[in-house]
């Protein structure tokens, strides 16, 4: 058994951050980037030089630029044979860092042996402006190339110096002195991005029927079904009933496209010739861009589509257009539905696809990536631990990725992102990854970004307008067991912009109307969600820099639905919790009506007196009674978003084989001993489940029993007791009836028996139909 070590801490922290650069009024600082800290940079653009001269034996020069702060150092790229180069690029160089009082720019001329220095340009660093967004951006200015004795030489540089923050609109593209050692394509791999998710669609095929196949054995009925194909998802219909040329099926196939529709949808009409052998009697193409768009449920016009049949002459495929095959379809792009690519249990969006359905947004949500505090080592550099931590967030379609920070354990990134929020219930996920591919290239193929934890915020929990600054655990569950692999700090603030509208959302469905006026099947539905995620990650990871499989994987959850014994475990002890109340309240009343109280028993029944006698009272006393509930529980309100419950999840004592279970791959890759191990242990829970469903089925047989006349002498007492029961509640006041079973079930002890009660004894004899189970 995995036991947590105690000195672990998995409490979320408040923590009291210096936003907005201090939060001074009137400066401009408070303006932009409010939740985050304000970190200074010295930016230097270059960007472009005139007139530089030769300085090989052709009288050409190779130039680039070195920018140089102390210790830091960077360089453009270099031209070849260009005497009027063009680089317009951006060095950042943090001021925590700065190590000198005066920056050297420096235009060199490359070559083999050692670089030429063709002149520079020095600036101190106490007459660099200071620039705070939404200034405009600073004017670059030609600047006179200088040698190292002062005086002028030939050429001029193009430059733009000044003092700015993260706010900057330069930052995102700029070199960092913090990434100094990182270079070449690895440059691109550290950077903060915004991306989209692609637009995504149910493409919906309804194949109704085809005419006039062409079957090479005409001595046989043919066994004909349609095989669809859209990219990597692939369906067909069932084989037709009616075994002939003109065979029907009026069959439905759900597919996920994205936009900007790549591929074409293929339909083959195939014959089942022999086991496991299939002749393909025609295929046709169809376009997505081609294919008609519908909001709601109205029918779509049928079309016919000409079948082609390929056919191979000398190696080569050519098109056999001796006969004209059909296939009747109806097909549409569903833009009524919201495509799930999370679960809808922490879903970021709950729109439907076509734009025109979407309302209006109800308010902002802004969240400030601050900084992260004891990471763990991820990997090994030069023999020692080192993280290259970044953090990917992603709400709606909106996903974003800082930039990477190198060699740190508690790196800063300080950056802030808005989303628009069309519905209250709806999570944002942010996670914390160690960057593996910042040598770029070749040298990182093959290697996996690490992740290094996760954190969901429901945006209905957050109270509006109000900064929460938390420190939030970052945990792992591994092979080896629970590991917290550090903290990060955010500081996130949702905004409405019509509480009137926010409230109104309250009553309306979570999902949009199709998923209820007409649903798709559960099955559909995972296996639609397993398509638009791994459609997802293919075009995200398309992107420059971008955004792995394995990020995009562990963002979306893909693994959600999987067995996991200490899932269930944890479901398991949820829904004792939820009935927990009810066991409460049952054992509350057991006391009542054991008289452990007196007093209260006595308020009891006077009251219940009073609710028989006026009766009208009896659901305003329930309501009021939960309106005084709320009233007091809200002195106890929750003043904190939610986190990852190390608890709740029972991942803080888990057996080792049920974590190793946990992660096997599907289908199993452990051995067949093991494997026999686990399916006895799941044998032997399914039998508790098993018990407990036929418990359930024998209490409901007994409940129909009682009017079915299985056992002749029950059915004749029951319903000579129902006949009684007419009778005298007939000729009984229904008030002098409900306060005499009130006084009876509220009766004292010493008018009470040990034994069951009648009216149980008579139900546990009822026949259930377990005696006729094999």
Not at 329 to 344: A, F, K, N, Q
Not at 611 to 633: D, M, S
Not at 654 to 681: A, I, K, N
Request: hydrophobic share 40%; glycine share 6%.
């Amino acid at each position: 058994m995995q036991r947590p070590n105690p000195s672990v801490d998995f409490s979320l922290k408040e923590t009291s951050p210096h936003l907005g650069g201090g939060g001074l009024t009137g400066d401009k600082l408070t303006s932009t980037y409010d939740l985050v800290e304000q970190m200074q940079y010295l930016y230097v653009r270059v960007v472009k030089a005139k007139e530089l001269p030769g300085k090989d034996a052709t009288g050409s020069c190779d130039p680039y630029v070195e920018v140089k702060l102390g210790n830091y150092k960077g360089t453009t790229r270099h031209f070849e044979k260009r005497s009027n180069p063009e680089w317009n690029q951006v060095f950042a160089f943090s001021k925590d860092r700065i190590q000198s009082s005066v920056i050297e720019v420096m235009v060199k001329d490359k070559d083999l042996l050692k670089d030429d220095i063709i002149g520079r340009v020095m600036f101190d660093l106490n007459d660099v402006p200071k620039r705070v967004p939404p200034d405009s951006p600073l004017a670059p200015q030609w600047y006179r190339l200088e040698d190292r004795k002062s005086d002028k030489v030939r050429g001029e540089l193009m430059l733009a110096v000044w003092m700015g923050t993260q706010a900057d609109e330069a930052f995102p593209e700029a070199w960092h002195s913090d990434a100094a050692t990182v270079g070449g394509e690895g440059v691109t791999n550290i950077r903060s991005k915004v991306y989209l998710s692609p637009k995504l669609w149910y493409l919906r095929v309804n194949v109704i029927e085809a005419q006039d196949l062409q079957v090479t054995d005409k001595t046989r009925f043919p066994e004909v079904y349609v095989k669809a194909v859209l990219g990597n998802q692939a369906l067909r219909t069932k084989t037709s009933q009616s075994r002939n040329v003109n065979p029907m099926w009026n069959e439905d196939m759900m597919f996920v496209a994205a936009e900007p529709f790549e591929e074409h949808l293929v339909l083959s009409v195939e014959d089942r010739v022999a086991p496991n052998k299939d002749e393909v009697l025609g295929k046709c193409v169809i376009p997505l861009q081609n294919v008609s768009r519908r909001l709601d449920y109205k029918p779509v016009q049928t079309k016919w589509f000409n079948l082609e049949k390929h056919i191979i002459v000398d190696g080569e495929k050519k098109k056999d257009n001796k006969f004209a095959s059909r296939l009747h379809l109806r097909i549409c792009l569903d833009g009524g539905y919201h495509v799930l690519d999370e679960s809808t249990h922490y879903s970021s969006d709950l729109r439907p696809t076509a734009k025109p359905l979407w309302k209006q947004s109800i308010g902002v949500l802004e969240l400030g990536i601050l900084t992260a505090n004891g990471l763990l080592p991820m990997k090994t550099k030069d023999g020692r631990g080192t993280t290259d931590a970044y953090c990917v967030a992603k709400y709606g379609q909106k996903w974003i990725r800082t930039r990477t920070i190198i060699d740190s354990p508690t790196p800063k990134w300080n950056e802030q992102y808005t989303w628009e929020v069309f519905d209250p219930c709806t999570v944002i996920t942010i996670g914390v990854f160690d960057n593996c591919h910042l040598q770029g290239g070749d040298k990182s193929a093959g290697a996996k970004d690490s992740k290094i934890g996760k954190v969901r915020i429901r945006l209905s929990t957050l109270e509006t307008d109000r900064v929460y600054t938390h420190s939030y655990p970052l945990v792992v569950l591994q092979p080896s067991g629970l590991k917290k692999m550090g903290e990060i700090q955010l500081a996130v603030r949702f905004t409405c912009s019509s509480l009137l509208n926010m409230m109104h959302i309250y009553s309306q469905p979570l999902l949009p109307k199709m998923h209820y006026l007409h649903p798709l099947s559960i099955t559909q539905l995972e296996n639609l969600r397993h398509q638009a995620t791994q459609t997802v990650s293919v075009r995200l990871s398309r992107a420059e820099p971008p955004l792995r499989k394995e990020v995009v994987e562990y963002m979306l959850d893909v693994d959600s639905h999987m067995w996991s014994m200490r899932r269930s475990r944890a479901n398991f002890f949820r829904i004792m919790g939820v009935l927990s109340s009810l066991v409460a309240v049952v054992k509350w009343f057991n006391q009542i009506c054991n008289w452990k109280n007196p007093l209260t028993t006595v308020l009891i029944h006077i009251l219940f007196i009073i609710l028989v006698l006026y009766p009208e009272l009896i659901l305003p006393t329930i309501f009021l009674y939960l309106f005084l509930i709320g009233v007091w529980y809200f002195r106890w309100r929750p003043r904190n978003p939610p986190h990852m419950d190390t608890r709740l999840s029972h991942a803080e004592n888990v057996h080792p084989d049920e974590l190793d279970e946990e992660f096997d791959t599907f289908p199993t890759s452990r051995p067949s001993d093991m494997v026999r191990m686990r399916y006895d242990r799941l044998r032997s829970v399914a039998g508790r489940i098993q018990t407990v469903v036929g418990d359930l089925a024998t209490q409901g047989e007994r409940f129909q029993s009682l009017l079915s006349w299985r056992d002749p002498r029950a059915s004749s007492l029951f319903i000579t007791f129902c006949l009684i029961a007419a009778i005298v509640l007939y000729v009984t006041p229904f008030r002098v009836v409900a306060l005499l079973t009130g006084f009876y079930v509220l009766r004292h002890p010493r008018f009470r028996h040990k034994l069951p009660s009648v009216p149980l004894n008579f139900f546990r004899r009822l026949p259930a139909r377990t005696d006729s189970m094999i």
